[in-house]
C-alpha cells in the first residue's frame, strides 16, 4: 500500500462545490488501496481578498502579521475538505501547520521549510484517516506563523511527500507541462516527462506552473512529481530525474519567453575588473537580480557594459549605478526586450544546440541584443515585436 | 503600572475602519500608562458565515473541523489588529490559542478554558508590546483547536485577566447591564455595578449579554468585569462581588423573560417519587433541560405533574415520556408559556419579594401557571400575552 500526497490548489477548492468533488476524487483514491495525504491552498481568490483587507487596514502591513492572516485561508479549506470527505463516510482529519510540526527558516512571506515532524501524520494514517493538511504555511523557531510564497503549497505537498516516502501529485488548472506555452504556441507539445534541472530553468525564466522550491526539494530527495488535471483520463507530465544520456531525449525540451525586463548600457567605462565588480555588488546590496551581462571588446581602454534587470527596480537601480558615471549620455535604457531561452538537459551531450539556434532567428530576421547560456540553457535578448516569430521558427524546429 | 485586558465583540470589529478606531482606542490607553492585553471576536458576521458555508459543504458538518474552520475567523481579526496598532506606530503582536496555550477540556462547539500558559503574553508585555489574542478558541489534550461557544471571547478574555492578574474590560454594543431589556421597558435602568450571581442567573434566563462561563470564572477568581460601549464617557456596569448585607441594595435588581419555553402535563400519573424520578432522569438523559416543576396535590394515589423545556425539544422530550402515560389525552401542551423572572442577591436578606409580586401580577389581572424560586431568584410562567403588562408593572414598582 502506498502512501500518495496529493496537492489541490486554489481553483481546484475554489466553491464549496468544487471541494465535494475533491473529496469524491480523494475517496476514490482511498479506495483504490493507497493512503491519501492532501495538501489543499486556499479557495480561489483568498489569499488575494485577504491581501487586500490587509491593505484597507495600511499600505505596508506588518510581515509577521500579514503572515498570520494570510495563513487563515488554507487552514478553512483544509477544514472544509475535511468535513467533506467525513460526510461521504469515509474518516478524515485537517491539520494545521502547527499540528504537524511543518518548520521554517528565513523571512515572512518567503520562508523555507527546514523540517517536518510529521508523526502526526503518520499516526493518523496508520489509523486508517485521509490527513488534509493546510499548505503554504509553517511554524518559525520563534514561534511565528509564516507563509511560503505564492505557489507555496506546492512545496509543502513535496516536502511532506519526502517525510513520508511517498509519491506526489499536483493537481492544477493545467493538464501537464508544455515545451513550450500553448497559449503562445498552438501547436505545443505536452512533455510526459521534464527533468527536475530543466523545470528549475523554465520556472525561473517565467513558466509559473510550479513553486520553484518544490522543485528543488524533489531533486534532492529524488522524489517524482506529478502534474495535471484531476478527475482526468487525460496523462499530466511527471517532473523527475532524467538521464542525460538518453540516446533518445530530444536536445531541447522546453522554450519560455519573458517580457519583465529591460536593459541598461553604460558606455565607455573603465575597463577594469574592480569597477565592474564594485558596480555588479552595489547593485546585488539591494537584492536586484541582474540576469545577462555583456561586454563590447575595449577601446582604448574603455568598454560598454550591458546588463539587464527586472524592469520593477529599473529606478531603484539607475539611483546605485550613479557613481559609475560621469554624464547622461553615457546610459542607454532599452525597454524593448524579451528574453527567449531553450532549455534542455540534452544539451550537456548534445553540440550544435547553439549555432542551430542563431541559424534559426537570423533566417528569420530577428536580431540578437545579448547572449547568455548555461549547461543546459541559452537565453537570447531580442526585440518583442519578433518574439512570436522566434517562438514559431524554434517551437516547429525543436519538436516543441 | 496596571495589565488590563480589554474584549472587543464581532460589532466593535465588523469592517477596517471599525478595526482602526479600536486601535486608536487601545493606543490611548497604553499611552496613559497601562499594559494593554486585547481579546477580539470575529469580525462581523464571520462566525455565522462561516458557518453558512460549511452547512454548503454538509448539514452536519464534523465538529472537530467546524472548530478548526470557525477558528479561523478571530485568527484574522486578531492579525488585523495588529496590523493597525503597528501602523500607528505602536508595538503589537497577534497571538492564536495554541500560541499562547489556551488549553480546552469538553466537547467541540462548547469547550472550556481548563488553563492558560501564558507565558508568551508576559514575555510580550514585559517587551512593551500590546498583545493581541484571537477569543472564542483552545486547543485540548489531543491538540485539536476547539471553541468555547457562542460569545466564547468573554471568556477567553476573563481567563487572560485572572492568568495575568489584570483588570477586565468586555466592550460591546450596549452601553451597560439594565435592570430590564430597554427594548421591552423604556424607562429601563443601567445598573453601576450587578453580583456576579445575579448576571448569572440573568445570563441564564435569557438576557444575552454575556457569555455565563466568563461570570463563573469572574466570581471564582473574583475578577471584576467591565460591560460598556468602547471610546464612549458613557459609564457601563460593572460585575463584581456585590455584599447582600448592605442595607442600599435593592431586593431585585433585574428582570428577564424568555418565551422559549414550552409546558408539558402528564395528567393522573402515579404519585410515586419512584416513578417520577425515572420520567426526570429518563428526560435528563438525552440532555433536554427541565426548568420549572409543579404537581397538584394527590386525589385517589394519583397527581398532575407539569414541567417546562426548550420549545426546540419538544418531539424528542414527548417520545422519552410515552412509558408514563397510556393514552394521549394524558397529556396536555401548553406552548403559551412566558417564563417571568426577577433576579437579586438582596432576596437574601430582604423578605416579602415573592408575595409583592404576586400582588402585582394580581393587581393586573395576571394569571400565574407554575412558579420556581431559588435563593436570589423567583419565576412564574404567565401567558405571552400579558408579558408587557408583567414588565411594566413589576419594573416600575421595584424600580428596575
Chains 1, 2 share one sequence.
Do not use: W
Request: glycine content about 8%; aromatic content about 4%; hydrophobic content about 40%.
Amino acid at each position: 500500500m502506498a502512501i500518495v500526497v496529493q496537492k489541490y490548489g486554489g481553483s481546484s477548492v475554489g466553491t464549496t462545490d468544487k471541494i465535494k468533488k475533491v473529496a469524491e476524487t480523494v475517496v476514490k483514491r482511498k479506495k483504490s488501496g493507497d493512503d491519501v495525504v492532501v495538501v489543499v491552498s486556499a479557495m480561489g481568490d483568498t489569499t488575494d481578498d485577504l491581501i487586500g483587507i490587509a491593505n484597507e487596514i495600511t499600505n505596508n502591513p506588518d510581515k509577521r502579521e500579514l503572515d498570520a492572516l494570510l495563513s487563515t485561508g488554507e487552514m478553512m479549506s483544509s477544514a472544509l475538505l475535511a468535513m467533506a470527505i467525513k460526510a461521504l463516510g469515509y474518516d478524515a482529519i485537517s491539520y494545521t501547520a502547527y499540528q504537524i510540526g511543518i518548520k521554517t527558516t528565513g523571512q515572512h512571506g518567503k520562508s523555507l521549510i527546514d523540517d517536518i515532524d510529521g508523526e502526526n501524520i503518520k499516526k493518523s494514517v496508520s489509523e486508517g484517516k485521509i490527513v488534509i493538511v493546510a499548505g503554504f504555511q509553517g511554524i518559525n523557531e520563534e514561534g511565528h506563523i509564516t507563509t511560503l510564497g505564492r505557489g507555496g503549497s506546492d512545496t509543502s505537498a513535496v516536502a511532506i511527500a519526502v517525510k513520508l516516502d511517498g509519491m506526489c501529485e499536483i493537481y492544477t488548472d493545467v493538464d501537464g507541462i508544455y515545451g513550450v506555452d500553448p497559449r503562445k504556441y498552438k501547436d505545443a507539445h505536452k512533455l510526459d516527462e521534464i527533468d527536475y534541472e530543466e523545470m528549475l530553468e523554465l520556472s525561473s525564466l517565467g513558466a509559473q506552473v510550479m513553486h520553484s522550491r518544490s522543485i528543488e526539494l524533489g531533486q534532492k530527495y529524488n522524489i517524482p512529481i506529478y502534474v495535471g488535471l484531476s478527475n482526468s483520463d487525460i496523462r499530466g507530465t511527471v517532473i523527475k530525474g532524467v538521464n542525460s544520456m538518453n540516446m533518445e531525449s530530444k536536445p531541447v525540451t522546453g522554450l519560455a519567453t519573458s517580457d519583465e525586463d529591460v536593459a541598461i548600457t553604460i558606455k565607455d567605462i573603465e575597463n577594469d575588473i574592480n569597477t565592474v565588480s564594485s558596480l555588479f555588488e552595489s547593485v546585488a546590496s539591494k537584492r536586484i537580480n541582474i540576469d545577462m551581462i555583456s561586454q563590447t571588446a575595449p577601446v582604448n581602454g574603455k568598454v560598454n557594459l550591458s546588463f539587464t534587470i527586472p524592469k520593477v527596480d529599473l529606478n531603484e537601480c539607475l539611483d546605485i549605478i550613479k557613481p559609475f558615471y560621469s554624464n547622461k549620455g553615457q546610459i542607454a535604457i532599452d525597454e524593448d526586450i524579451t528574453k527567449f531561452s531553450v532549455v534542455g538537459i540534452g544539451m550537456k551531450t548534445t553540440s550544435g544546440v547553439a549555432s542551430k539556434m542563431f541559424k534559426l532567428l537570423s533566417e528569420n530576421n530577428i536580431g540578437v541584443k545579448m547572449i547568455t547560456t548555461s549547461e543546459i540553457r541559452i537565453t537570447c535578448a531580442i526585440r518583442q515585436e519578433d518574439k512570436i516569430k522566434a517562438i514559431n521558427a524554434v517551437a516547429k524546429d525543436f519538436n516543441l
